[in-house]
């Protein structure tokens, strides 16, 4: 059975593209995003979030994304439906 993803880039596409955001002060969701998500739900796409820029400049590694203070504390905001 084939399984449909969708790759979101976490700056500019999740959220507002401030520079490399690394607070979780700094850190600002794009208008819709959550309307997109849920559409992608609805259409059974497994999302995965991206992030590049910090990878690229060698501020963190790949595997690091989903243990920094900004995924944790965004994780929190996403709305549980």
Request: glycine fraction near 10%; charged fraction near 25%; proline fraction near 5%.
């Amino acid at each position: 059975m084939k399984r449909k993803a969708a790759f979101l880039n976490r700056d500019g596409v999740i959220n507002v593209d401030h520079g490399y955001v690394h607070r979780p002060e700094d850190f600002e969701f794009v208008e819709g995003i959550f309307g997109t998500c849920r559409k992608l739900q609805g259409r059974k796409t497994d999302m995965q979030a991206v992030e590049s820029v910090g990878i690229g400049r060698r501020l963190q590694v790949p595997t690091s994304d989903l243990t920094t203070p900004v995924s944790a504390g965004t994780t929190a905001q996403l709305p549980r439906r």
